[in-house]
């Protein structure tokens, strides 16, 4: 990976945003590209939490095996999104998995050589202690946020998302109708009526029972 990509991956990263030009170029020297296949496995519950992961192109479901056995999904991460960012200051187990829905590829940054260079960077470090206060108010923000979106905007969203995720317009959902359920909180009844309605309004077209075309991604991204 190229240094100015590298720095790309960086910069898609909350923490990191706020840092000078200087930081991140130090910052991406760190980074390492992985490339995954559709249904490959990034992460695994049960293993060292030891790298921040930012997904540069593709989709990536996380998932939690809750005590019935059955395995919940919890978020779908795309580009610009990332799983991690803590385990870079404090060691620890995942106790999530994460399953490519498409190719995927990703940056990663060890928790090893991120500390290696904090050490040697008193500067850095200071920068990253002002970022992460900055972070803790965005994600109080977005908390608020995600609590009061309905479903048609949270169904809406992901549309949006993952055609851009993709890179275009006609797309085979990568979840079931049942695991988009359970992702946005509702029923997959919910969702085919959504979808219908979506249709009806000349957002998007379904083909089969999978098969979606977004017609207007600018309303479709303003659906309430």
Not at 80 to 103: H, I, K, M, N, Y
Not at 120 to 139: D, W
Not at 151 to 173: C, I, K, N, W
């Amino acid at each position: 990976m190229h240094q100015h990509e590298a720095e790309d991956c960086v910069r898609l990263v909350p923490i990191f945003q706020a840092l000078d030009a200087n930081d991140v170029a130090q910052v991406a020297k760190l980074v390492r590209e992985r490339q995954y296949a559709a249904g490959e496995t990034l992460f695994a519950a049960g293993t060292a939490a030891d790298a921040l992961m930012i997904i540069a192109h593709g989709q990536v479901k996380v998932t939690q095996t809750l005590a019935s056995g059955r395995e919940q999904l919890l978020r779908v991460l795309g580009p610009g999104e990332f799983d991690g960012e803590a385990v870079l200051f404090t060691p620890s187990e995942r106790t999530t998995s994460g399953v490519a829905l498409t190719q995927v590829v990703a940056c990663t940054i060890s928790r090893q050589d991120f500390q290696q260079l904090l050490k040697k960077t008193p500067a850095l470090a200071l920068n990253m202690l002002n970022s992460l206060g900055e972070r803790v108010v965005q994600l109080e923000a977005q908390t608020t946020a995600a609590n009061v979106a309905s479903v048609s905007e949270r169904l809406a969203g992901y549309l949006v998302e993952t055609s851009a995720a993709l890179g275009q317009a006609h797309f085979t959902l990568p979840l079931q109708k049942k695991d988009l359920a359970a992702y946005l909180g509702t029923t997959p009844e919910t969702v085919s009526r959504k979808l219908a309605a979506f249709e009806r309004d000349g957002l998007i077209k379904q083909t089969g029972r999978s098969q979606i075309t977004i017609l207007d991604s600018d309303d479709l991204s303003l659906v309430e």
